[in-house]
Structure formats: C-alpha cells, structure tokens
C-alpha cells in the first residue's frame, strides 16, 4: 500500500525523520545540561571544600579538634551531602560525618585517592576539572559526586606552637565530600520527559502543517494532474485541469490545458481532414466506377460494333435486290389494287429494314469527323425545324432558350446535329399526348485565373428537357448501351442513345440524364469551346478547315 501512495510514503519518511532529528536534538540537549549540572553541583561541592577547609583552620590553629569536628558535623548533614570527612596524610580518617568510620584508612587504591595516586609520587597540584569524580554509590541506586580538596602545609601551620608537621609537608591532609546526584538524576529524568513530550507535540504538530501544505499545494495539482491525464486517455478533451497556484504547478496545469486545447484542436483538424479524404476516396472511387463503365462500354460497343458490320454487310445486299424488285413489280400493277398495297408494305418495310442497317453501319463504322468552328445555335434551330412539324401533330410544343451571345464550338456540326435529332425523337416518343420540350443553350463560366480574378467561357452547355413519362431508376444505367430500349417493338432500335453518348465522348464532351417518372427528363449535354488537344496536335487536314 505504501509503494503506491506518495502521501503515506512522504508523511511516513517525514515523521521519522522529524523524530530522529528531534531524538537527537533532545539527547544533544539532555547531554549538555547534564555536564552543565553536574560542573554546578562540582563548584558547589568544592566551593562548600573550601568552606569546610576555611573553617576548620583556625580551630586547629588553636589545636580544638572538637570544634572542627562539631564543624564537619553540621556542614555534613546539609541536604545532598553523603559523606564529609577530613583524611591525614598517612590515609586516616580523622574527621567524619559518620561517627563509625573515624580512625578506618584509606587505601590509595580507593576510588576517591586513585586520581591523585596513579604514581608513585603523588600530585601535588590538581586542576579544578580533576578534583571530582562521579561514580555509582555501593548500593548501586544512584550515582554520587566525590571531591578531594587538599589541606595544605601554610606558614602560620607551620610555624605554630602546636603543629607537629615540618615546614617541608606541603599537604597536611585531604577534605572528601560526597555529593548526592540523584535528587538532581531525578530532575534530569523528569526533564528528559518534559522535553519529549513537547518534542513529539511539536513534531505532530509540525507533521500536521506539513502534511496541510502538502495536500494543498503538492498532493491536489497531483491528483488534478492524474485525473486530467486519466480523462485525455479515456478520449475527454474537454475537462481542462484547475490551475490553484502560480507556482511550478499551476505553470504545469495551465500547459496541461495548453497541450489538451492543443490536442483537441488537433482532433478536430484529424477529423476534418478523415471527412476530406473519405469524400476524396468516395469522388476518387466514383470516377474510377465511372471510368470503368465508360471503358466497359466502349468494349461493349466495339464487340456490338463488330458484330453489327458484321450483320450489315450481310443483310445489305439481300434487302437491296428485295427492294429492287419489288420496286419494279410495284409498278407493273394497278394502283389501288390489292396487290399494290401488298407491295407498297413490302417496300415500306423493307426501307425500314436498310434504315436500321444504314444505322447499324454507322454506329459499327468510326466516321472521321470534320470539324470546324460552329454556331451551335444554329445546329439547334436547324434540327428544331425538322422535328417540329411531326411533333405538332401530337400536340407537343417544343421552345427553345438559346443564349444569342454564345461563342462558337470545335467540332462536327454534322454529327452534333444527329446528337440533337436522336435526343429530340426520344424525347417526343416519350410524350403520349400533349406536352412540351425545352431546347436550352448557354456557356459556363470557369475560373482560370487566380491573380487576376479573370473568367472566361470554356463550354457550352445544350439543356433538352420534356415532360414525358421519364426513366425508371432500373433503367438509368442503361440507357447508353447498344440495343437497349424501353419503346414497343418497331418503334426504336437502341441505337440512337449509344450513337450520340460516342458523338458526345469524341469530341471531348459529357452528357448527363436527370429523370423524375411520371414528371419528365432532362438531357444535358455539355461541349468544349475549343478543341481539347493543341493546335500543334491538330492533324493537317483539321488545320486546312
């Protein structure tokens, strides 16, 4: 648990190490004011030596031992003091607190004479910080301060009348006190434990100010922070990251939010540009349908094509000698007769027949075009006229819209003319009844300048549009194929559409069908104004015309 908790690990590792610092702190501290104590309670002791000594000379000046032990008495019954006593130099104890060890020796070896008598010779001269000592009393309860302080050969001691010690004795005898410490260990005890327990007090309270400023300012722009990356992995964009402060991590959290605007907008940009290339993809696959149904189609009709001249050639000359004798029989006979109504339909359908074939030859044979510039309004006009007699007599009323300022076209005006003619028939069998046809023309506008903003004419368009019965949508992909017709027997061969959609290609054009059933269709036919090659790629005989 602590491995993925970064709050637990910090408060963890700062707790111990606020309570080993402060551990150390208190014991550095403790230590000090113990030596600091005990160096009082060592000036103390020697300073009541002193005393002891100070007060003790003139008695034995006077040679008044019980004075000077009366003295002893009473200094060592003082709080603190355990043992005072006064010890001659041969190691006798002369004077004492305690009645019972007067007249006993001490050894050099005793822990009180041992730091004097580590030699030999004894020293004569102890510094201060070397007059005491701290040992652990013989009961082992608690420890005692012990101080030597030496009673030294003066000249009035010297010199009096009583003193039985020669001049040359520098040290007469030694004052031992015996300090207690453990009113004072008691002291440092309890202390220790006061300063422990403000010690943890401080460190918990420290722990817990800490621990404050690290969820504000550390542990919340962490968690914004995780939750932030949490929600960009899950694909949420839109929840930006609060910035708390203007330190590093606010710094951090308003680049978050820079970086997820960022991405965002990238998104959208990437989603812009997936809708822009599947619209490519799908205008890219369109084309490439159509450039196969094109291709299809002009296998399709080179095959019908062969087949056709194929038939054509068969069929021409039989129907000639038919049409050639029957023509003559016809008029060897009387008009009005039987047999002449007999041959007449003979010879009508027979004419039918070539009709078809010459058809056949023409969609079967590739008719170098002749072209040339052309009013194509005049081509309209003209073809107009010649439908327009027959289509009266079924009440259709055909009305043309031709733009007077449209520029002339390259091409075969010939073979446009029979694009508008098979258009035209189609268009007025397609009618059962009174109707309409409308002829259009005009040119479309392309831009071919950036720079300049300039515009020019680069086709025409030729619109033919009738309110017949239209094109079922099964049938829309099939109008353009050979001998594919929707008319009742003996009134279309299917020719006439494949012929004008190879008319139309060839000269670099399009044609294109809208059709509502029920409502009418719409043939539009767009033109090059120019020829689709270069004039330097113009054969020789399309640069003479």
Same mark, same amino acid.
Request: with cysteine.
């Given at each position: 648990m602590i491995k993925n908790n970064l709050k637990l690990k910090v408060s963890v590792y700062l707790f111990v190490a606020l309570s080993v610092a402060t551990a150390l702190t208190t014991l550095l501290f403790i230590k000090h004011r113990e030596a600091e104590m005990q160096d009082m309670v060592a000036a103390h002791v020697m300073q009541i030596a002193d005393?002891?000594?100070?007060?003790?000379?003139?008695?034995?000046?006077?040679?008044?031992?019980?004075?000077?032990e009366r003295i002893i008495e009473d200094v060592g019954k003082q709080k603190g003091i355990e043992r005072l006593r006064v010890i001659s130099k041969d190691g006798t104890i002369i004077h004492s607190n305690s009645k019972s060890e007067i007249g006993y020796t001490v050894e050099q070896q005793d822990e009180s004479c041992i730091g004097c008598?580590?030699?030999?010779?004894?020293?004569?001269?102890?510094?201060?910080d070397k007059r005491w000592q701290v040992f652990t009393n013989p009961a082992g309860t608690h420890r005692v301060l012990t101080s030597m302080h030496a009673i030294r050969n003066e000249p009035t001691c010297a010199s009096a009348s009583c003193h039985e010690h020669p001049a040359s004795q520098s040290v007469l005898g030694i004052v031992d006190i015996a300090y207690s410490l453990e009113e004072i260990d008691?002291?440092?005890?309890?202390?220790?434990?006061?300063?422990?327990?403000?010690?943890?007090a401080s460190i918990l309270m420290l722990a817990l100010s800490l621990g404050y400023l690290l969820q504000r300012m550390i542990y919340l722009p962490?968690? *914004?922070?995780?939750?932030?990356?949490?929600?960009?992995?899950?694909?949420?964009?839109g929840q930006p990251i609060p910035v708390r402060s203007a330190d590093e991590f606010g710094r951090v959290a308003g680049s978050f939010n820079d970086m997820t605007a960022a991405l965002s907008h990238a998104r959208v940009e990437l989603k812009e540009l997936i809708q822009e290339l599947e619209s490519k993809v799908d205008e890219r696959?369109?084309?490439?349908?159509?450039?196969?149904?094109?291709?299809?189609?002009g296998e399709k009709l080179a095959s019908i094509g062969v087949l056709a001249a194929g038939i054509a050639h068969e069929l021409n000359n039989p129907l000639t000698g038919v049409l050639t004798f029957t023509s003559l029989m016809?008029?060897?006979?009387?008009?009005?007769?039987?047999?002449?109504?007999?041959?007449?339909?003979?010879?009508?359908?027979?004419?039918?027949?070539?009709?078809?074939?010459?058809?056949?030859?023409?969609?079967?044979?590739?008719?170098?075009?002749?072209?040339?510039?052309?009013?194509?309004?005049?081509?309209?006009?003209?073809?107009?006229?010649f439908v327009e007699r027959p289509a009266s007599l079924q009440k259709i009323v055909i009305t043309t819209d031709l733009d007077p300022d449209l520029p002339q076209?390259?091409?075969?005006? *010939?073979?446009?003319?029979?694009?508008?003619?098979?258009?035209?028939?189609?268009?007025?069998?397609?009618? *059962?009844g009174a109707g309409t046809i409308v002829v259009m023309t005009r040119a479309c506008i392309a831009k071919t300048s950036q720079q300049n903003d300039e515009k020019r004419p680069s086709m025409v368009e030729l619109a033919i549009n009738d309110t017949g019965c239209g094109i079922p949508e099964a049938n829309m992909q099939r109008i353009f194929d050979p001998f594919f017709t929707s008319k009742e027997v003996g009134k279309g061969?299917?020719?006439?559409?494949?012929?004008?959609?190879?008319?139309?290609?060839?000269?670099?054009?399009?044609?294109?069908?809208?059709?509502?059933?029920?409502?009418?269709?719409?043939?539009?036919?767009?033109?090059?104004?120019?020829?689709?090659?270069?004039?330097?790629?113009?054969?020789?005989?399309?640069?003479?015309?």
């Open positions: 005393v002891v000594v100070a007060s003790t000379r003139y008695t034995m000046l006077l040679n008044k031992r019980d004075i000077a008598h580590q030699t030999s010779e004894p020293l004569k001269r102890v510094a201060d008691q002291s440092m005890q309890e202390h220790a434990l006061h300063i422990a327990g403000v010690s943890f962490l968690k *914004d922070l995780e939750t932030g990356a949490k929600k960009i992995s899950s694909g949420d964009l696959s369109r084309e490439l349908l159509e450039a196969r149904a094109e291709v299809a189609q016809r008029k060897k006979v009387l008009e009005g007769s039987e047999d002449a109504e007999d041959l007449d339909l003979v010879i009508r359908e027979t004419k039918r027949c070539a009709s078809i074939i010459r058809r056949l030859l023409d969609f079967a044979r590739e008719k170098v075009p002749v072209k040339g510039f052309f009013n194509l309004n005049q081509v309209v006009e003209d073809t107009v006229r076209i390259w091409g075969d005006a *010939d073979l446009i003319k029979q694009v508008v003619l098979n258009i035209l028939v189609n268009a007025q069998q397609a009618i *059962d061969t299917g020719l006439g559409l494949s012929v004008s959609y190879g008319i139309v290609k060839a000269h670099g054009g399009e044609i294109k069908v809208a059709s509502v059933v029920g409502q009418g269709t719409t043939f539009r036919i767009l033109l090059p104004i120019t020829s689709p090659v270069s004039e330097g790629e113009l054969s020789s005989d399309e640069k003479a015309q």
